[in-house]
């Protein structure tokens, strides 16, 4: 039997800690056919880490990969038959072994849409089997100055990592790829906020369409900031599964600090919306990222995610993770603190009916940032 109180606890360490990974051990790899690097270095979400799959073969992990020994005393080891060993250099503590997420192989350059375009720079892989894509890759925020402290949106795009913008048919070819290797189950569109009213719905919407015409029944989730109830009811009517309606820090002072664009938007605002989507999505279909970290009271935290899980939202509670190159550096979040509120935050899933694992598309379904699911199967 799963013993999934152990689960939690080694995948919020890993969350919060992050591995090194020793250089001198990259030859180890190679021999063994394992390509493993620091992961991409921008676009949203938590960047600078690979997906690794914990000892129970079934919970997936996004580990930071650090170069500097100093961020993190947890060592990534030797690999052998596809699992590598896990050691804490200042306790001397060897944890469960972990294995390393594969690339798929539609990664290779060689892989190209019609119109000529690398097939990873329109979508990537998170988890096992979660595409994702950002369909437009800039932000009024960061046109304004005025960009999440967290976010690597336009790096990837300075990089030429990615395209500004990605299209239906682009993303269409690239989901057939990715079903055929079995790494599309669901898929998650993501964007930058637009500057027009319609924060960039309209565009979803158009991508809705295009892949619903090529795909009947793949789960889709889009996230936005918060908007009108007509636009909403716009998006699931065109396709969207499920919504992320990301307010990203609850504390009013940390969030015009970090988050200065988008504190301008008045949390009444995300209230409303949040009880708008989920009477459009449906139960269990509607999640916010809340970051953890920043040195808020553990207190009036959880006190505000109740209010959230009242309103019938997931919350999606991970650590906030620095970008890698930003000058922004993030703060290191406590495991224990986050185990304790990981903990404290599923029972409130439990006693208001809220059930993460019902979720059909996007970030909760695929997991990987957040311990939240399994804090809710170890209650």
Not at 145 to 156: D, P, R, T, V, Y
Not at 172 to 185: D, L, T
Not at 350 to 365: F, H, M, R, S, T
């Amino acid at each position: 039997m799963t013993n999934y109180q152990k689960i939690l606890e080694e995948k919020t360490e890993l969350l919060c800690r992050g591995l090194f990974l020793d250089d001198s051990l990259m030859d180890h790899y190679k021999l063994q056919g394992i390509e493993i690097d620091f992961g991409r270095k921008g676009g949203a979400g938590p960047s600078g880490g690979r997906y690794f799959i914990l000892e129970d073969d079934e919970t997936v992990v996004n580990v930071a990969l650090w170069k500097d020994k100093n961020r993190s005393a947890l060592l990534l080891g030797e690999c052998e038959e596809g699992y590598f060993s896990v050691f804490d250099e200042k306790s001397k503590k060897e944890y469960n072994k972990i294995k390393l997420v594969k690339n798929p192989l539609y990664y290779d350059a060689r892989y190209k849409t019609s119109d000529g375009i690398e097939m990873k720079k329109i979508a990537l892989v998170h988890g096992v089997d979660c595409l994702a894509t950002t369909i437009y890759q800039k932000c009024a925020h960061w046109a304004c100055g005025e960009a999440c402290k967290f976010c690597g949106i336009q790096i990837s795009l300075a990089s030429g990592a990615t395209t500004p913008e990605k299209n239906p048919e682009q993303l269409c070819e690239v989901i057939s790829i990715a079903k055929r290797e079995n790494r599309c189950s669901h898929v998650t569109l993501t964007s930058g906020t637009e500057g027009s009213p319609d924060k960039g719905a309209n565009r979803y919407i158009s991508m809705l369409k295009g892949i619903r015409k090529r795909f009947k029944d793949l789960p889709l989730h889009v996230q936005i900031e918060p908007i009108s109830r007509t636009l909403l009811q716009d998006l699931k009517d065109s396709g969207a599964d499920t919504i992320g309606i990301h307010i990203e820090i609850i504390d009013e002072l940390i969030r015009k600090i970090v988050t200065p664009g988008k504190s301008k938007i008045p949390l009444k605002k995300f209230k409303e919306s949040w009880s708008e989507a989920v009477e459009i999505f449906g139960k269990n279909q509607v999640e916010t990222f809340l970051l953890t970290g920043f040195g808020e009271s553990r207190f009036d935290f959880l006190k505000n995610v109740e209010d959230i899980i009242i309103t019938g939202v997931i919350p999606f509670i991970l650590p906030v993770r620095s970008v890698p190159g930003s000058k922004d550096l993030m703060p290191t979040t406590n495991y224990l603190a986050l185990l304790e509120i990981y903990t404290k935050v599923a029972q409130l899933m439990k006693d208001y009916g809220i059930n993460p694992l019902e979720n059909k598309a996007g970030c909760v379904k695929c997991g990987g940032c957040s311990a939240i699911k399994e804090a809710y199967k170890a209650i």
